[in-house]
């Protein structure tokens, strides 16, 4: 599934180099120098490369920081708030620029504007992601279950082939019975492992999708304020974005060689998107036909797969813990993170809000009025 989610990305990278000004449209240039921006370019390359490691380490640094832990209450009420991120993300940062780039201006008004094809995009990418979902869930479940029952098997055989003469029906049976109570004591963590496993990469994968988009859509931007609007609102987005993904890359318990294959894959799609996006500013067109469409399209996925996970594989998962439906006082603290969240979403600080120039496109105007 990693192999799947490099090629896609590698594709998203390379999106810049097929689309081309080949559009009328245009937007007005009040307000750009190139100059100004590519130094504020580079420093939202390094803050977001920052805050996105930082997120992504610290559930990982509780192995040693029992404090910082995914079982701990305290992690639990910042999860939520991560999960809330994760859920505005596709709700309301996402899907509604999904719905402005397929009903463009730039685009032929048969079909675009006559069918919602951002909202059918994402109706489709949830059920996708749910097939997704239960098909790999069940296809590991099941090649666990055939490892466990060859291997106790093999165990058997070879306790019959070493047991005394004298001995050989009271080993059997002793392993018989052993190899039951493993299959009965270890199955339903086994399961859950491989629950989590599966959740910390189709998550990764929604991530990808859109942080690739963000930063070409950054990095080709030529308005300083924009820019510097979106160093802070993105930085914030990657950081709680990291601790919910990092929080699911613990509990999936892979080794640290993986963790630190997805941790840096994930810090480093927004930053590598940004230079991709600096690289081709002189070809690259957003407003172009097939930009509008092959964005829009991938925006629309990338908001079904967050929602998704956002709502079934983190924040139900966790609300329906029985370590949180026995404690009241957690199930409390996790509501009113998670609603915090989405409040902060019309409370930004005025002067965030009004940095953003109208000469940028909506997709601009959505990270600078709400909070990522």
């Keep these: ?22 559009c009328e ?14 130094p504020l370019k580079v420093a939202a390359i390094f803050s977001i490369l920052v805050c996105g490691s930082i997120g992504v380490c610290i559930p990982i640094l509780g192995k040693w920081w029992p404090a910082l832990h995914p079982e701990k209450d305290a992690f639990s009420v910042i999860k939520s708030f991560a999960a809330g991120v994760v859920l505005a993300t596709g709700f ?34 949830a059920i996708a992601t749910l097939m ?12 666990h279950s055939a490892r466990a029952r060859t291997a106790a098997v093999i165990d058997e055989t070879n306790a019959d082939m070493e047991a005394p003469h004298g001995m050989h029906e009271h080993n059997d049976v002793h392993v018989h019975s052993h190899a039951n109570h493993g299959h009965t004591h270890e199955g339903p963590s086994a399961q859950q492992l491989i629950r989590h496993r599966v959740i910390s990469q189709v998550l990764e994968l929604g991530i990808v999708v859109h942080s690739v988009i963000i930063g070409i859509s950054l990095g080709a931007s030529e308005t300083p304020s924009t820019i510097r609007s979106l160093l802070a609102a ?29 941790g840096l894959f994930f810090s480093l799609t927004t930053p590598v ?28 996925a990338a908001a079904g797969i967050l929602v998704y996970m956002a709502l079934v594989d983190l924040l139900a998962q966790d609300f329906t813990n029985p370590r949180v439906q026995s404690k009241p006082k957690l199930q409390f603290a996790m509501s ?20 953003c120039t109208p000469h940028d496109r909506s997709f601009f105007h959505r990270y600078c009025y709400s909070c990522l």
């Excluded at 999904?98 to 919602?116: E, G, H, V």
């Excluded at 997704?132 to 090649?143: E, H, I, L, P």
């Design 132 to 143: 997704m979902d239960t098909v790999a869930t069940g296809y590991f479940s099941r090649a």
């Design 92 to 125: 309301v940062h996402i899907l509604p620029d999904a719905f402005d780039r397929l009903t463009s201006s730039c685009l032929d008004p048969s079909p675009w504007q006559k069918f919602p094809f951002a909202g059918f995009g994402a109706m489709v990418a």
């Design 234 to 262: 993105l930085s914030f987005h990657q950081f709680f974005e990291g601790i919910g993904l990092g929080g699911c890359i613990v509990q999936a318990s892979y080794r640290m060689k993986s963790m630190v294959t997805m």
């Design 273 to 300: 998107g940004i230079a991709v996006g600096m690289g081709t500013s002189s070809v690259y067109d957003g407003n172009s036909p097939t930009a509008l469409v092959v964005e829009g399209l991938l925006d629309s």
């Design 1 to 22: 599934m990693m192999r799947g989610a490099s090629l896609f990305f590698l594709a998203v990278v390379l999106l810049p180099l097929l689309v081309r000004g080949d």
């Design 336 to 355: 009113i993170s998670l609603l915090a969240e989405q409040h902060s979403c019309l409370c930004l600080p005025s002067g965030l809000r009004t940095v």
């Design 25 to 38: 449209c245009s937007t007005d240039e009040a307000g750009r120098d190139r100059k100004k921006a590519l």
